[in-house]
């Protein structure tokens, strides 16, 4: 039977939720793509390297989660990019491919400067904003992912949820689940090198 291939992303962090994650995705042994704010790195320094050493992909969600409206300057843009790609680099000695803009919203500054600076913007799959941000009840996200889980599904969730522990309870249920069902949980990269290797079309990926 052909592999099912879905990619968990969590946006926001790191904080001090994300440890649980991680040691959730390592029993599970699942990967997935950590989508960080800058602001946030020096002080979970140490989660950051640990993300990396697990094998996730860590990549760029902006430095201070700033909302790219069409008023918002085109040094804004790249001074919220580079300071995290810097920041990211400086501790991890790596970089990803991956810029995820806060909202999702995206206009051709964004993917031009983004694009300026080794990244390509991604989003999620529509079908799957589990809206976890807004602690809507562990059922609640645990229903959203796995009643819509489709092979190359991107699905967004946080790992910086003002204190809210019901990402990780739901991931419980997920992670276990999503493997009963066959599906391997991997990176966004992972994702993307196996969509592109099977088909020339990426999948289709749009905010809500």
Known sequence: ?????????????????????????????????????????????????????????????????TFFYSNVSWGTISNEIVKTKNKIEAITGQSSPWFRPPGGIINDAVVEIAKKNGYTVILWSWHQDTNDWKAPGVNAIVKKVLNNARNGDIVLLHDNVQGSTQTVQALKIILPELQKRGFRIVTVSELMANKVAKQPALPEIAGE
């Open 1 to 65: 039977m052909e592999d099912k291939w879905i990619a968990l992303t969590f946006d926001d962090g790191p904080s001090k939720e994300t440890p649980q994650i991680l040691d959730l995705l390592k029993q599970y042994e699942a990967k997935a793509t950590f989508f960080v704010l800058g602001k946030r790195i020096d002080s979970f320094a140490d989660v950051v390297k640990r993300e990396v050493a697990e094998g996730h992909e860590v990549a760029n969600h902006t430095f201070d989660h």
